[in-house]
Every structure is written in C-alpha cells, then in structure tokens.
C-alpha cells in the first residue's frame, strides 16, 4: 500500500492523525507548524504543554522547547530509509544526531538504528536520553520496552509498557500494542507465580538487590534479600538457587541444600540448581572450602530461565570441566 502524504504540505509521509483536519494525516513538521489552542484534545498538542510547564518549573525564567521540524522531517525519511535496507539513512541520522543532541526526535531515531541492528544496550542509552529531554514520548517508551524485553530486563520491559500506555493520549496503536503487550505478559505471570504486575515488578526489584549483594559477597545481606522475594514469590527457583550459595558461603550447609532442593522442586530441569547442588556436595565430602569453588557456581539474574530441557549450560559438559579442574 502506497504509503499517504500529508495533507498540508503533501511531500512528506502523513504519520499523526490531525483532530482540526478532521483527522486527516500530517506529517510531524506541519503538525508543529500548525499547532495551537484549537488541538486540545490532541496527544501531541497536550505532551507539548505537558513539557513546557515541567520544564518551567525546573527553570528559573521562562523556557521554550526548541523544535526543528526540518529535522523531524529528515530523520522521519532517513528512518524510512533504513527500514527499506538504505544504509545511507543511518549516516544521516548520525550526522543528525551529531548536530543536535539538545533535540530528543535524533536519540529517539538513533536509538532506533541501534535497535535494528540488534544493539540493544546501544538503543536503550539513546531511548534513555531522549526521554532525559522529552518524557512524554511514548513512541520512545514503546521502542525501549521492546529493547528491554530483548535484553531480557523484565523490569525496564514492563515498566517501559506501562509509560507508554500512560503516554500513548489518542495515540491509538501506541496504547493497543502497549496494553496488549502488558497483558498478555501478566497473564503468563499469574499463571506462573499467580502475582498481579506490581507484586511481582515488587519481587523484580528486590531480585536485583539481592543480586548485587550477592556479587559483592555480602552473603547474609544477599540471603535475606532473596528471603524476602520468596516472601513475594514462592515460585522462583532462580531465588532459591541464588539463596543456596548464600548459605553455603554462609556454612549453613543443611540450609543450602534445602533451598536447593526447593529450587529444583519448583523446576526440575533448572540446571544451576542442579550443577551447584552436586559442585557443593561433592566439594563438602571431599572436606575442601567452598569458596575455593566460588568461581564454578552460577549465580543467576532473575529475567533468565536456564534450563536443562533447553540445553542452555550443557550439564554434563559444565561437570566434566569442573572435574578436570580439581
């Protein structure tokens, strides 16, 4: 399908549907153009007030957004561009991007860039400092959330979801795939944990905590963490896992291998569970420190599943090395 111009200027591609021209579609620089108190009602209309008065309160004078719709126009053809294999629309952006990092429209599309390449760490960076500029955009929360979520990072996925939805105004296919996206994704939490979105982004948050109690060797810190999101969660063998090396460094032995084994009750295909449970028991019978082994254990992130049916760390393989070092 042939893609529409805009109504007002008819050369670049309609993208916003106009409410005082009758919903017709125009593109983001004659949107600007004509923008004015008759649009109330307009998400675009609305964000841009919405950005004038927090960026008034944070200033000491009056402030005005700079707004280059030459620019928006620019990036929206080298987008298009770049969606059809033209790699000359990626050294446009940068260029862009380069020669106006105060605009947040260039990070958003060089996020965009980065993310079809696959850059995710890239693209979330350049979605972070767009929104740094313009909260409001919920194209940018959308695009981060499918960034996150390809990162494995379940909290920014969700959490990007859920401000792209408030974001999204009249901003139909934005706020449809947004709030399809959040609840297809707490339907399958519930049926796995039987949590609602916000006790188990709750459990999410003190997961990470826990986390990096951990990798700092704060054992007992880190244990009462994971205690605490089981508190939350009574079904993440991740938790117990990580909860069991806690209490091994903790020498806590029966402990360990009982948040072992409920770790490998929950799943048990779980093949961190399962290597750490028998690199444990065996380095405890052979009389030898459990520290000494720290470097063999996997400690896992909660947004991974590992498991054997996957064939994700190779258990046999994983044990053969880990014999060969002794």
């Known amino acids: 399908m042939k893609s529409q111009k805009c109504i007002v200027c008819?050369?670049?591609?309609?993208?916003?549907?106009?409410?005082?021209?009758?919903k017709a579609l125009v593109c983001s620089r004659c949107c600007a153009e004509i923008r004015y108190s008759e649009c109330e009602g307009c998400s675009y209309y609305k964000d841009s007030k919405n950005y004038a008065v927090e960026k008034a309160k944070k200033s000491p004078g009056?402030?005005?957004?700079?707004?280059?719709?030459?620019?928006?126009?620019?990036?929206?053809?080298?987008?298009?561009?770049?969606?059809?294999?033209?790699?000359?629309?990626e050294s446009i952006i940068r260029q862009l991007w380069n020669d106006n990092?105060?605009?947040h429209t260039v990070h958003y599309a060089m996020g965009t860039v980065y993310a079809m390449k696959d850059q995710f760490d890239e693209a979330m960076d350049c979605f972070d400092k767009a929104l740094e500029i313009y909260p409001y955009f919920a194209e940018c929360w959308f695009n981060r959330a499918l960034a996150a979520q390809n990162k494995l990072d379940v909290f920014e996925m969700i959490t990007s979801f859920q401000k792209a939805l408030e974001m999204g105004g009249d901003n139909s296919e934005i706020v449809h795939q947004a709030g399809q996206a959040l609840s297809d994704?707490?339907?399958?939490?519930?049926?796995?944990?039987g949590l609602g979105i916000e006790d188990y982004l709750l459990s999410l948050s003190k997961?990470?905590?826990a986390f990096e109690l951990m990798e700092n060797q704060q054992w007992d810190?880190?244990?009462?963490g994971f205690q605490q999101v089981v508190a939350i969660n009574r079904n993440s063998p991740q938790s117990f896992g990580n909860m069991a090396l806690?209490?091994?460094?903790l020498a806590e032995n029966e402990q360990a291998l009982e948040a072992f084994d409920k770790a490998i009750e929950l799943d048990p295909h779980y093949e961190p569970a399962i290597i750490n449970k028998i690199i444990f028991q065996n380095t405890i019978e052979k009389g030898g420190a459990f520290s000494e082994n720290f470097n063999k254990f996997k400690a896992i992130e909660y947004s991974k599943d590992y498991s054997v049916k996957d064939d994700k760390l190779l258990l046999n393989d994983y044990l053969e090395d880990w014999e060969k070092d002794l």
């Open 10 to 22: 008819s050369k670049a591609k309609g993208k916003r549907g106009c409410l005082i021209k009758d």
């Open 185 to 193: 994704f707490e339907r399958g939490v519930i049926e796995e944990t």
């Open 221 to 224: 810190k880190a244990c009462s």
């Open 207 to 209: 997961f990470d905590s």
């Open 246 to 249: 806690c209490f091994a460094h």
């Open 101 to 103: 990092m105060d605009l």
């Open 62 to 89: 009056s402030f005005v957004a700079r707004i280059d719709p030459a620019v928006d126009e620019r990036i929206d053809q080298a987008l298009m561009m770049v969606e059809s294999g033209n790699m000359m629309g």
